[in-house]
């Protein structure tokens, strides 16, 4: 079944974008805004002044038709028709930029999850349903970006510092105007971080209807992976300092060379097991590399009132088993989840969107108004493959599908309305939900 799934999901991800792009096609969607691209904006448009502010936020509101207990897994005939209701705001940030002159340039961007706090009480649901103080990393605000850039060219530029790891459709484009569900998609931002960000070194460009970015950076901490999330906890520290004994390479290459339509491909690779704070002297683990390959592709179309967007990501873990073993070893007050963790990971889907206003408002368009009907679908298994010896939790893997709205009355801003659906497999109860949310996002020179 899993293999179905997988082969179902990579053609769906492949064919996707030949359905839509169809011969009248209109300008290149603007849609695409990071701090990045909002950096090369202003290096390519006349500005008011070298210094840039701008920034992103979600308030959010679910009411979830399934219990939030931690045995609802084990015990699913115990906890059905319960319901839970969670106010959140995700994300709030601020970007700042600056540019020098002569090609150099700084950014910025410091961020609020959460409601500010990066330090929380969660329930673990392999230890008893013990109350866990939960530290991502340390300090109530985390400075997501921060680098210096020199560029040479459009083709060829070079940024130090603190930044995105441009892997997979989420962390390359991540502002909650460029995703139509109320939260991030959840199988990307459940398999990887989400936004991944790491110190290190970059080098970008552009050429004619080619993208591209490289970049060095620290390895992944093995000691933090998990069952429930695979690597997603392996990045940041929760030290005063990244540990960087390993280095890893990631890349992104984005293609527009059909009008309207971006296709993009992506991955990373780096070794984690030396890369943790405490040291394995066992002979068992001497030639452990706990190596991460990770390769992605997704896409974008946005044209004739339509959006589509869709992504496909694997990603594998050699050495799975030792690892889970010798993480299991740690203490209760490390940071460690002592978890099982799998072989490989999956993630696949693919959301539609139609602009209402853009078929019989045009009124409404020309005021910058739309109104978006949209459908998703995804599939995503964080133990996808597991060794003989490791556990697999089954109600890992699940399909997802959810319909709503997104009502922008102005570009910056959106209303978000979506019911959603987990369908987990039989002995599982299904997880609705209703949201609703409200965004922005926008870049300003002073």
Not at 322 to 347: E, M, Q, W
Not at 375 to 383: A, F, I, N, Q
Request: charged share 25%; proline share 3%; net charge negative.
């Amino acid at each position: 079944m899993k293999t179905t799934r997988l082969l179902f999901s990579l053609c769906l991800a492949m064919l996707a974008p030949h359905a839509f792009a169809i011969a009248e096609q209109a300008s290149k969607s603007n849609a695409d805004i990071t701090a990045e691209s909002a950096s090369e904006t202003v290096k390519t448009e006349k500005k008011k002044s070298r210094f840039t502010i701008g920034g992103y936020g979600e308030a959010v509101y679910s009411r979830n038709f399934y219990s939030d207990n931690y045995l609802r897994y084990s015990n699913p005939q115990d906890y059905k028709d319960e319901t839970h209701g969670r106010f959140d705001l995700p994300h709030v940030v601020l970007m700042l930029g600056y540019d020098f002159g002569k090609g150099w340039s700084m950014g910025m961007e410091i961020e609020f999850e959460h409601g500010g706090t990066e330090s929380a009480v969660e329930i673990e649901e392999h230890e008893g349903g013990e109350y866990e103080s939960e530290v991502e990393r340390g300090g109530e605000v985390a400075l997501e970006q921060f680098w210096i850039q020199k560029s040479f060219c459009p083709e060829f530029n070079i940024k130090l510092g603190h930044m995105v790891v441009p892997v997979g459709a989420t962390n390359a484009h991540h502002l909650p105007t460029e995703f139509f569900g109320v939260y991030r998609p959840e199988g990307e931002n459940t398999i990887m971080p989400c936004t991944w960000h790491e110190t290190g070194l970059s080098i970008w460009g552009r050429a004619g209807d080619w993208r591209y970015e490289a970049m060095l950076l620290p390895g992944l901490d093995s000691d933090r992976f998990g069952d429930k999330e695979w690597i997603k906890g392996g990045a940041g520290s929760p030290y005063e300092f990244k540990i960087a004994n390993a280095m890893a390479g990631a890349f992104r290459v984005d293609n527009y060379s059909v009008k309207g339509l971006r296709l993009s491909v992506s991955g990373y690779a780096g070794n984690t097991f030396s890369n943790t704070l405490k040291k394995a002297t066992a002979a068992i683990y001497e030639d452990v590399k706990g190596t991460v390959l990770i390769g992605a592709f997704d896409f974008l179309y946005d044209d004739h009132n339509w959006i589509a967007r869709g992504n496909f990501d694997y990603g594998h873990l050699s050495d799975a088993d030792l690892i889970t073993r010798y993480n299991g070893s740690f203490s209760n007050d490390s940071p460690s989840k002592k978890a099982s963790v799998a072989s490989a990971a999956i993630s696949s889907g693919v959301e539609v969107g139609y602009d209402l206003f853009g078929w019989f408002g045009k009124k409404q368009q020309e005021k910058g108004r739309k109104l978006y009907l949209f459908g998703r679908y995804e599939y995503y298994d964080s133990m996808f493959d597991t060794e003989a010896t490791i556990t697999d939790y089954e109600q890992y893997g699940r399909q997802r599908i959810a319909f709503g709205v997104n009502y922008y009355p102005m570009k910056e801003i959106v209303i978000k309305g979506e019911y959603s659906l987990g369908i987990m497999k039989s002995k599982f109860d299904n997880e609705p939900a209703v949201s609703l949310g409200v965004a922005y996002s926008g870049f300003f020179n002073l």
